[in-house]
Structures are given as structure tokens and as C-alpha cells.
């Protein structure tokens, strides 16, 4: 599945590994017109690869402040919402394709995906 639109709303890193991306997206080839909200599952570095290719001061700021609560704070679990940081949502432009695949079903109420590649 290729997303088309990706609104991310906030990042949850846990143990500079693992990421949750909260977003909503609109998938390429449907006809909805508004974005369905769910969740994207990736690795550290593909969110900063996923980052850079769409903005890069941004994700300086995110590394930064993930360092920042990781290292400094000795936390494991940091919460990032974008919103804090550029006063929107980021939305990633629609040339810029990402592709998913379904993930298996974690007990959320909505459909979740992993993040495969993107270019």
C-alpha cells in the first residue's frame, strides 16, 4: 500500500529503537477525501530518513530533543508532538510516497501499518 497524503501529529520513540508514528493518511488509489487516522510503526533511523527527505530542521529539533530526554532525562519512552514544535501538524507533501504494509493487529481500534520504504 502506497500513502498518497501522511499528516504526522506526534512520534513516540521508546529505547531509541522502536517508533510510533500518529498520523493520518490517505492511501493512493482511494476516493476518501479526508485523511483516517492510525498508527505507523517503524525503526529509529527510518523516522530521521522518513524526516530529512521532508524537513530537515525539524528533524535536527526531534534528534535533539531525543537526545536531550533520552540522555539527559534517562528516560526511555519520549513523546514528541509536532504541533510543540512547527504550531501544525507536519504534513508530508503528496509527492512524496510512502509505503506500507499492514501490521498485525496489537489490540488497537483502527487499522496500523509498518513502515516498508518510501522514496
Known amino acids: 500500500m502506497r ?16 517508533v510510533t508514528i500518529a ?7 482511494d476516493d476518501q477525501s479526508e485523511p483516517t487516522y492510525t498508527n505507523i510503526f517503524c525503526f529509529y533511523a527510518e523516522l530521521f530518513d522518513l524526516l530529512d527527505l521532508t524537513n530537515k530542521p525539524l528533524s535536527d529539533q526531534i534528534g535533539i530533543e531525543i537526545n536531550a530526554q533520552t540522555i539527559l532525562q534517562d528516560k526511555e519512552i519520549v513523546q514528541i508532538d509536532i504541533e510543540d514544535y512547527i504550531g ?18 496489537g489490540g488497537y481500534a483502527f487499522k496500523c501499518y509498518n513502515l516498508s520504504e518510501y522514496y
Not at 500513502?3 to 522502536?18: D, F, M, N, P, R
Not at 501538524?89 to 503528496?94: A, E, K, M
Open 3 to 18: 500513502a498518497k497524503y501522511l499528516e504526522i501529529a506526534s512520534i513516540c520513540v521508546v529505547e531509541k529503537t522502536y
Open 23 to 29: 498520523c493520518a493518511i490517505i492511501l493512493k488509489g
Open 88 to 105: 501544525t501538524t507536519l504534513d508530508i507533501p503528496y509527492y512524496i510516497e510512502v509505503v506500507l504494509r499492514p501490521a498485525s493487529d
